[in-house]
């Protein structure tokens, strides 16, 4: 089943030999024609320096979404990345729902966590660094002037 019928919408990257008849130009971005007869949008624009070129379905949002929405694609593949590796969630320990979520909403809690603790320490630290360390039983270097006076971490 097609990703219209299904109403899935996408952006991704355009491979630089892709093939395709210009229909319409606008200013950063041209409704074109794939040799399958699809028609897409392609966004190109200049991003510090580098051209990025999108191709999506998605008509009606400006330009620069087009590419922030594609750029927060790398947050969650980072996100996912972090929760599967470093909070050992790649593996389920139980077969039932109930579990599975258990599972689930302890490792995203762990990671919140991971992240306040992050945001106050005196250097940066990455999160498979910060694992390691509390794995090991290590006090990590809490910067006292983000600790609030009710023991909470301003971020």
Do not use: C
């Amino acid at each position: 089943m097609d990703l219209k019928a299904r109403n899935i919408q996408f952006v991704t990257r355009i491979k630089k030999n892709a093939s395709y008849e210009v229909l319409k130009t606008y200013a950063h971005s041209s409704i074109v024609r794939f040799r399958n007869g699809l028609t897409l949008r392609l966004v190109s624009m200049e991003i510090d320096g580098e051209q990025k070129d999108y191709i999506t379905d998605i008509f009606d949002l400006p330009d620069l979404y087009i590419h922030w929405i594609y750029s927060q694609r790398w947050s969650i593949e980072i996100f996912f990345r972090t929760v599967k590796t470093y909070l050992k969630i790649g593996h389920l320990i139980s077969k039932s729902i109930n579990g599975i979520l258990i599972q689930i909403f302890s490792a995203l809690i762990a990671y919140v966590i991971l992240l306040m603790i992050q945001a106050s320490l005196s250097y940066l630290m990455g999160i498979p660094e910060m694992v390691r360390l509390i794995r090991h039983g290590i006090a990590l270097p809490v910067n006292a002037m983000n600790v609030t006076g009710n023991g909470t971490v301003k971020i």
